[in-house]
Each structure stands twice: as structure tokens, then as C-alpha cells.
């Protein structure tokens, strides 16, 4: 089995793109990326351009190899609303209408509409496909975040190699994991690579270090039960002191992000975004969506503070998905 990131905070966007070829199975996982509209105050900085054009590219180009395509939720930095990315290829995607809500259920069902008969289109939740090579099984709606969150469900998919035995597991947005219900699935799972959001230690101040700790402590139990390797990325980057803030994970040496995988170094741009504006001139206007496949449009909070609201319990009023 070949597990190949092309695309997360530590390669310089927001995304947890990944190809897994096993054998002749072969899957393109969350095809999105896209960049912060605004952080400290800041558009991005032509770096991180640089970094998600390169990172569509990759995402194209082995969207051409892929026969599946697995989407687990409808936040834009894991999916592409072009039809034309699936076209020719079997698609697992989140139930657009269980445990979905807000604009990720507008989403969903735009998407839903546009992919025509040229890409068959599954809800992925408890899906299961066994090929020549390869076991596939998605799971249950598990909280992208803590249980409770009104920032929704995503799906895991665990990709099993039939000949080798390794099991991979891509798990997306668990944050942490922040649900216990969502570590003890994936401890279930028995994987010999975990690849998965970190907590969001970006918003400690407004979350409570409390949260940040608890998804700390799910993984290094997931760890010590299944002896799994672990790829812990995209939210977690987002501090410029993920390295210390994370210190017991990566001691482990069990831990490493999506770059060190590959054997590069991170190059996580939105945490540094202040550094790579120094020296130069603040942009004058907002981004413009519009720049580079609809980057940050209506999806990213516009900073920390903002996005920060979706840890609020429901019972504080409703809550906008940013």
C-alpha cells in the first residue's frame, strides 16, 4: 500500500488531500484545498498562492489515476465543486441529508445535483467494497470536532491491504480526536497508519486548554493500543507553536506531519503568515474569493476569535458555519 499526501497545512494550505494506491485500487481522498481569507488581519501572502496552486495541481493530476473518490464531509478545503474532477469515477461522499446541516448541506446538495451519470455517487457512511487488492469500509458520522459540535459530522474511510495486512485510516476532521465516541472508533479500527486532524490549539485561549488536552490524550491512547504511526496535521499546524504545544505526541516518535512523511520539512504558511508579510506592504483590499477555485468563500472564519463560535454548545444560540 502506497499512502501519498498531497496536500495539508504542513505542505503550505488547508487540506488533508491523500492518494492511496493498493494494488489496482486506487483512491483520491478529500480533493480540496484552499487558503485562510483572512488571518491576523492579513490576506494570504503570495507563498501560500504559490503553495495552493501547486497543491490543485497534484490533486488534478492524480484525480486522472484514482478509480474512487471519497469525500468526508462538505467543508471546502475537502472537496471541488467541479464535476469534472469525478467524471469517470466511482464517488463516496457524506449523506447529503443525515447529519449534515447549515451550508454544508447546501453544499451537499449542489453537489449532489452536478455530478451526473458519468460519476456514481454513493452516500459513503457504513460503505464497505472489497476488490482483488484491497477492503474498504467507511464509518459511521463521527463529530468533527467534540461530541456535540454544530460544526457536523465527517465519514473515516480504512483502507485494508488484503496481501500485506496494513490498514490505513484516513479520519479527516476529528480534531484530535476531541470525541471520545470517535477515538474509540478508530482504536476499533486497529490501524497501522493514522492519518488525522490535530486538535485546533490555534483557538486555545478562546476553546480552553482543557479541549486541546483531551484530544492530546485520545491519540497517545489510540497509540498505545494499536502501536499505529500517525499523521497529525491540518488544524493542529495552524499554531506557530505546534511543536511545542504537541511536544508528547511527537516524543512518541510514533507522530509526524504530512511533509515529514514525505521526508520534507513543514511549511506551515497560514501559522507564519505574519513573518511572510514582513517587510512588505499590507494588501489594501480583501482577498477575492474568486483568485484561486473559490478560496476560503464563505467557508473560513475570518479570524481566530470568529471561528472560535463553533466550540459553543448549541443551547448559546445559533451558531454560523463560517
Not at 472537496?79 to 464517488?91: E, K, M, Q, S, W
Not at 497529525?232 to 504537541?246: N, V
Amino acid at each position: 500500500m502506497i499512502v501519498t499526501p498531497l496536500a495539508a497545512e504542513s505542505l503550505g494550505v488547508r487540506s488533508v488531500a491523500t492518494y492511496v494506491e493498493c494494488g489496482q485500487t486506487r483512491i483520491l481522498i478529500d480533493p480540496g484545498a484552499l487558503l485562510a481569507p483572512s488571518r491576523f488581519n492579513l490576506e494570504p501572502a503570495e507563498e501560500e498562492w504559490d503553495a495552493l496552486r501547486r497543491a490543485n495541481d497534484r490533486i488534478s493530476a492524480y484525480a486522472t489515476r484514482a478509480s474512487l473518490i471519497f469525500v468526508s464531509h462538505y467543508h471546502e478545503d475537502h472537496f471541488r465543486h467541479d464535476p469534472g474532477l469525478y467524471a469517470g469515477r466511482r464517488v463516496w461522499a457524506k449523506d447529503p441529508k443525515r447529519h449534515v446541516s447549515g451550508r454544508q448541506a447546501q453544499r451537499a446538495e449542489r453537489f449532489w445535483s452536478a455530478l451526473g451519470p458519468d460519476a456514481p455517487l454513493d452516500a459513503a457512511e457504513g460503505r464497505r467494497l472489497e476488490t482483488v487488492d484491497a477492503v474498504l469500509q467507511a464509518s459511521p458520522p463521527l463529530s468533527h470536532g467534540p461530541d456535540g459540535t454544530p460544526l457536523g459530522y465527517v465519514v473515516a474511510l480504512t483502507v485494508e491491504d488484503r496481501g500485506e495486512g496494513a490498514r490505513f485510516v484516513h479520519a479527516s476532521d476529528v480534531q484530535g480526536p476531541l470525541s471520545a465516541v470517535a477515538a474509540a472508533y478508530l482504536a476499533r479500527q486497529r490501524p497501522t497508519l493514522l492519518y488525522l486532524s490535530g486538535a485546533p490549539a490555534y483557538l486555545e485561549s478562546q476553546i480552553g486548554s482543557d479541549l486541546v488536552e483531551r484530544g492530546i490524550e485520545h491519540l497517545l491512547r489510540i497509540i498505545d493500543q494499536t502501536g499505529c504511526r500517525v499523521i497529525l496535521d491540518h488544524h493542529a499546524l495552524r499554531d506557530a507553536s505546534y511543536r511545542e504545544r504537541f511536544r508528547r505526541l511527537w516524543e512518541t516518535g510514533r507522530v509526524d506531519t504530512a511533509a515529514g512523511y514525505l521526508g520534507e520539512g513543514d511549511a506551515p504558511l497560514e501559522a507564519r503568515r505574519r513573518e511572510l508579510w514582513t517587510g512588505r506592504r499590507k494588501p489594501p483590499v480583501p482577498v477575492r474569493p474568486s483568485r484561486a477555485r473559490g478560496a476560503g468563500a464563505g467557508q473560513v472564519a475570518d479570524d481566530d476569535r470568529r471561528a472560535a463560535t463553533h466550540f459553543r454548545p448549541r443551547s448559546r444560540g445559533r451558531v454560523r458555519e463560517g
